[in-house]
T-cell receptor, first 115, second 111 residues
Framework: DTTVKQNPRYKLARVGKPVNLICSQT?????MYWYQKKPNQAPKLLLF???????READTFEKFQSSRPNNSFCSLYIGSAGLEYSAMYLC??????????????FGEGSKLTVL | QQKVQQSPESLTVSEGAMASLNCTFS??????FRWYRQHSGKGLEVLVS????GEKEEGSFTAHLNRASLHVFLHIREPQPSDSALYLC???????????FGSGTRLLVSP
C-alpha cells in the first residue's frame, strides 16, 4: 500500500480560529512533509519531519506548527487562521531522506477555505 | 536559492499529438528531477524520475535532462483526454532534502 491519507479533505474555518490537518502513511517512511499549494503557484514547502526532528522553513516558521507522535502520523496546525491561509495543503512522505533517489508520495490534499 | 520555472503555463494539444513541456532550473549541481501530475481534486502522482543527463522513459512519458543548459523536458507520446491535468516539475539539490517545484503547466488534450 503506497497511499498517504489526509483528513479532512475539505475544511471551512473562520478567521482567527485554529485549524488542524491530519496525515498518515503506512509505508514506514522516515520523512513526512507538508506543502501549501495555491492556484497557479508552485507547491511551497512549509515544514518536514525527519524521524522525530522537525524542520520548518524560515519564512513560515511562526505560522505553522506540527507534531509527529509516531512514524505513521503527522499533523499540521494553524493557531489562528487568516484569509491568506486558504489553499490546498498537501502531505507527502519519503523513505530516502538525503539520498538522491528519494521520491515523494503525496496524499490527495486538504482544501482549506478561510472566511 | 534554487529557482524552477515551467513553460508554457498552459498547453492544448489534440489527442494523439506529442505534447512537450519545459522546465528550467537554476542550480546546475542539482541531480534529482521528477515530473509529477495532478488531476483536479487529486494528489500528485510521480510520472518519471531522472538523475543524469539524457533520457528516461516511463510508459508514454519521456524526461530529457540537459544540466548544461539547465533544462529538463517532459514529452508525452500520444496523449489522451485523460492526460489532461497540471504537470509539475520538481528539482532536488545534491544531498539535500528540499524539493523545489515549478508552478506547473496545465495540459488540455482535446478529443
Amino acid at each position: 500500500d503506497t497511499t498517504v491519507k489526509q483528513n479532512p479533505r475539505y475544511k471551512l474555518a473562520r478567521v482567527g480560529k485554529p485549524v488542524n490537518l491530519i496525515c498518515s502513511q503506512t509505508m514506514n517512511h522516515d520523512t513526512m512533509y507538508w506543502y501549501q499549494k495555491k492556484p497557479n503557484q508552485a507547491p511551497k514547502l512549509l515544514l518536514f519531519y525527519y524521524d522525530k526532528i522537525l524542520n520548518r522553513e524560515a519564512d513560515t516558521f511562526e505560522k505553522f506548527q506540527s507534531s509527529r507522535p509516531n512514524n505513521s502520523f503527522c499533523s499540521l496546525y494553524i493557531g489562528s487562521a487568516g484569509l491568506e491561509y486558504s489553499a490546498m495543503y498537501l502531505c507527502a512522505s519519503s523513505r530516502d531522506w538525503g539520498a538522491n533517489t528519494g521520491q515523494l508520495y503525496f496524499g490527495e490534499g486538504s482544501k482549506l477555505t478561510v472566511l | 536559492q534554487q529557482k524552477v520555472q515551467q513553460s508554457p503555463e498552459s498547453l492544448t494539444v489534440s489527442e494523439g499529438a506529442m505534447a512537450s513541456l519545459n522546465c528550467t532550473f537554476s542550480d546546475r549541481s542539482s541531480d534529482n528531477f521528477r515530473w509529477y501530475r495532478q488531476h483536479s481534486g487529486k494528489g500528485l502522482e510521480v510520472l518519471v524520475s531522472i538523475f543524469s543527463d539524457g533520457e528516461k522513459e516511463e510508459g508514454s512519458f519521456t524526461a530529457h535532462l540537459n544540466r548544461a543548459s539547465l533544462h529538463v523536458f517532459l514529452h508525452i507520446r500520444e496523449p489522451q483526454p485523460s492526460d489532461s491535468a497540471l504537470y509539475l516539475c520538481a528539482v532536488r539539490g545534491t544531498g539535500g532534502y528540499k524539493v523545489v517545484f515549478g508552478s506547473g503547466t496545465r495540459l488540455l488534450v482535446s478529443p
